[in-house]
Structures are given as structure tokens and as C-alpha cells.
């Protein structure tokens, strides 16, 4: 994602400066290489401004796939930590029967 939004940063940045190069080399009126000047950067801005709100709108999904991915992960985790603590409580259940068995038969002899 990161290369992408730096090739594309970089694609307008040299489309910006070609653009503002051509324009003050061009023989025109001061006032018209002025308005061009200024049409160039009002349209990077805005391409800047959309390509920003892409990439936070990127951002925001993945953030928002990965917290769901986290979310089911930390509930399988949960789930499994259940059963494993129910064979262990079943199983210390049936030692703790056999230990009064033998404690009973101990206390009759």
C-alpha cells in the first residue's frame, strides 16, 4: 500500500512541476502564466486531498478487517481456554472422588 500511495504521490509531484516549468518558460502574458500557476496547484491540492481520503478510507478498512480478524481470533482463543479448563475441573472432579474413596476405605480399616 505504501509504495503505490508513494509512486502515486511522486507521478503528481513531477506532473505538477513539469506543468508549472512549461508554463513560466512559455512566452505568455505575466497575468495569464499566473492563473495557469495558479489552476496547476489548485488541481494538485485537490488530486492530493483525494488520494489523501483514499488512502484513509484504505486504511480504515483494513484497520476495521484486522480487528475483526482479532476479534474472532481472541473468541476461538476464549472458547478453547473453556474446554480445556472443563477437562481439567472434570478430571480433578473424578481424582477428588477417588481420593475420598480411598480416604473412606482407609477410615473403615
Do not use: C, W
Not at 508513494?6 to 512566452?27: K, V
Not at 480487528?67 to 481472541?74: N, S
Amino acid at each position: 500500500m505504501s509504495d503505490n500511495s508513494n509512486t502515486f504521490l511522486a507521478f503528481l509531484m513531477g506532473t505538477a512541476i513539469g506543468a508549472s516549468l512549461g508554463i513560466l518558460f512559455a512566452p505568455d502574458k505575466g497575468i495569464n502564466t499566473r492563473r495557469r500557476i495558479a489552476e496547476e496547484a489548485q488541481a494538485t491540492k485537490d488530486n492530493l486531498a483525494r488520494e489523501a481520503s483514499n488512502l484513509q478510507h484504505r486504511i480504515v478498512d483494513t484497520v476495521s478487517t484486522q480487528k475483526e480478524t482479532l476479534d474472532t481470533k481472541i473468541e476461538s482463543l476464549v472458547s478453547d481456554a473453556s474446554y480445556k479448563a472443563d477437562d481439567v475441573i472434570t478430571s480433578l472432579e473424578k481424582k477428588l472422588r477417588e481420593l475420598k474413596a480411598k480416604n473412606k476405605k482407609l477410615q473403615k480399616s
